[in-house]
């Protein structure tokens, strides 16, 4: 086994032991996202039988003591590669949320359906490469790609596609650089992560301590969201936002997005407090718990729970004041029992509540023992 992490759109195969027979069975997936202890593979099953990439359990993440062999794709069978590939494409390839591994998978597939074709004499156009690469290719980069399919394997034929691509990438944000060393908030958080993501395909978010009245603060850090799990930030992508462009060491570009997916954390983003909707989350929400400590709510949701009619504390808030009382009153609970503390204070508010359950059962006794005689 390799000793580096291999990149996404390689081929993975595990073999899986028959459930009833001694014989075993290969299973073959593309790496999406990969480190050196584990990685996340989507496993399309095979021409017959194709997956869907939606189903939850056709990405899977996987151990790399697991893995029986790593495979170019332009290695697999190609009609396993050019048949799994035409399924991905009707499904929705932005569905993988790995722009590097669909990259690869979409050459390789057009490689493959040359392989398959009779004619073995036919050229693949200029239009076609420009396909691939997804711009316009110059004429030096024509004179590179024919340089490289005849001198060196199609991997690295189409790898320096995939890199011209990557590039294209960095330079639409590289205005963004050294956009956050002054500091951030949730503002500029969905700003600039939310064109992060948007080019690169790959959820970036940041993840603070607490959200308050003021908004999202504490310390804070930057993840990678994959199927609702939360990955720490890794690579560049963290320092070439938050340094300043005259330092030395100051990265002048923040890595391929799959350099970004480092370690899975113990965070689940519908486990989180709180989420704005965009690229914020908080660990503990302290907006919601003030609400739920308010006495005038608390008494409020005392109140509901005993079935206070309005009309029960109508005189109360009468004798406390005159004036405004029908306002109050007609305002109902929600008006009332604010009103109440206020005036009264916690503690009298609910002896009022509990002086009106033993009134209202107190009732109920007389009226039983009416009905009984």
Request: aromatic share 6%; proline share 6%.
């Amino acid at each position: 086994m390799s000793h580096v992490a291999p990149p996404p759109g390689t081929a993975v195969e595990l073999r899986q032991a028959h459930r009833y027979t001694v014989h075993s069975v290969i299973e073959r997936g593309v790496i999406l996202h990969s480190s050196m202890t584990w990685l996340i593979a989507y496993f399309p099953g095979d021409p017959l039988r194709a997956v869907d990439p939606a189903a939850p359990a056709s990405i899977r993440v996987v151990p790399t003591a697991e893995v029986t062999a790593y495979r170019e794709l332009v290695d697999c069978d190609p009609a396993w590669v050019a048949s799994t590939w035409e399924h991905l494409a009707q499904a929705g390839p932005r569905l993988l949320q790995a722009p590097q591994a669909v990259r690869v998978w979409e050459v390789a597939a057009a490689l493959a359906r040359h392989r398959l074709d009779a004619d073995v004499t036919s050229l693949i156009t200029h239009g076609q490469l420009e396909a691939w690469a997804g711009r316009t290719l110059t004429g030096h980069d024509l004179a590179r790609i024919c340089e490289a399919i005849p001198n060196s394997s199609i991997p690295e034929a189409f790898g320096i596609i995939v890199h011209s691509m990557d590039s294209q990438d960095a330079e639409e944000i590289a205005d963004l650089r050294g956009s956050m060393v002054d500091g951030y908030d949730a503002e500029r958080v969905n700003r600039v992560l939310g064109r992060i993501s948007e080019v690169s395909g790959l959820p970036v978010v940041c993840v603070w301590a607490y959200r308050d009245a003021v908004g999202f603060g504490g310390d804070s850090g930057f993840y990678i969201e994959i199927d609702g799990r939360l990955h720490h930030c890794a690579g560049e992508l963290w320092r070439w936002l938050n340094t300043p462009e005259d330092l030395p060491d100051a990265p002048t570009a923040p890595g391929p997005p799959s350099s970004w997916v480092g370690a899975l954390s113990d965070l689940h983003e519908d486990r989180l407090a709180h989420d704005d909707g965009n690229h914020n989350y908080a660990l503990r929400d302290d907006l919601d718990a003030a609400e739920d400590s308010r006495p005038d709510q608390r008494l409020l949701a005392l109140a509901e729970a005993l079935h206070v009619d309005p009309l029960d504390l109508d005189d109360t808030v009468h004798d406390l004041v005159d004036k405004s009382a029908s306002a109050i009153n007609n305002g109902g609970l929600d008006k009332q029992i604010p009103f109440l503390v206020d005036q009264l204070g916690e503690v009298a508010t609910e002896q009022l509540l509990s002086r009106h359950l033993i009134e209202a059962k107190a009732a109920a006794t007389v009226l039983g023992d009416l009905l009984d005689d």
